[in-house]
T-cell receptor, first 114, second 112 residues
Framework: GNSVTQMEGPVTLSEEAFLTINCTYT??????LFWYVQYPGEGLQLLLK?????DKGSNKGFEATYRKETTSFHLEKGSVQVSDSAVYFC?????????????FGTGTRLQVFP | DGGITQSPKYLFRKEGQNVTLSCEQN?????MYWYRQDPGQGLRLIYY???????QKGDIAEGYSVSREKKESFPLTVTSAQKNPTAFYLC???????????FGPGTRLTVT
């Protein structure tokens, strides 16, 4: 079945450091891929998405490229801020009417220190 | 502003009582979802509904019930049959298959 695997956290960085959070997936067909962010005590917010191979999603300085050859969708940011501290979830949707469920990874906690 | 509202933000109940969590959306989305999140863990799907008057069980539906009488509303009842009801509950909606989901702020339920 479809699945998403994320690197375990927490990821601890100093402000202005480079961030990578790895995400790989297993899916049949051509899934859409998403990154969500959850700030403490809140719901999830869509951060970025990509719907086909080689698409790059970007938002708020974060980027992720849909790599079909490596089945990956790694999240990157060139210079993190303390305000980026949150839990990041990678997710996929296989669409095509089979189900409109999203399959989520387990989340990666990012802690950024000044 | 369009969005999803969940109320209340914090809810406390005694063991053995049923409790209903509210979820309302004004995004005109057809599909709605309920997830459970436990500390340090990911999301697990409880129930989802693709259209009014229809819903399907997710991965952990036992001890929960839902209704979808209106497009805007998808309330979740946590029954006394749910063995470990204390958790953070998230409601979401989407326009349909394969599209991103938009989440509410969540309700933290504590049962003692």
């Amino acid at each position: 079945g479809n699945s998403v695997t994320q690197m375990e956290g927490p990821v601890t960085l100093s402000e202005e450091a480079f961030l990578t959070i790895n995400c790989t997936y297993t899916a049949t067909g051509y899934p859409s891929l998403f990154w969500y962010v959850q700030y403490p005590g809140e719901g999830l917010q869509l951060l970025l998405k990509a719907t086909k191979a080689d698409d790059k999603g970007s938002n708020k300085g974060f980027e992720a490229t849909y790599r079909k050859e490596t089945t990956s969708f790694h999240l990157e940011k060139g210079s993190v801020q303390v305000s980026d501290s949150a839990v990041y979830f990678c997710a996929l949707s296989d669409g095509w009417g089979s189900t409109d469920k999203l399959i989520f990874g387990t989340g990666t906690r990012l802690q950024v220190f000044p | 502003d369009g969005g999803i509202t969940q109320s209340p933000k914090y809810l406390f109940r005694k063991e053995g009582q049923n409790v209903t969590l509210s979820c309302e959306q004004n995004l005109n989305h057809d599909a709605m979802y309920w997830y459970r999140q436990d500390p340090g863990q990911g999301l697990r799907l409880i129930y989802y509904s693709q259209i009014v008057n229809d819903f399907q069980k997710g991965d952990i539906a036992e001890g929960y019930s839902v209704s979808r009488e209106k497009k805007e509303s998808f309330p979740l009842t946590v029954t006394s049959a749910q063995k470990n009801p204390t958790a953070f509950y998230l409601c979401a909606s989407s326009i349909g298959d394969g599209y991103e989901q938009y989440f509410g702020p969540g309700t933290r339920l504590t049962v003692t």
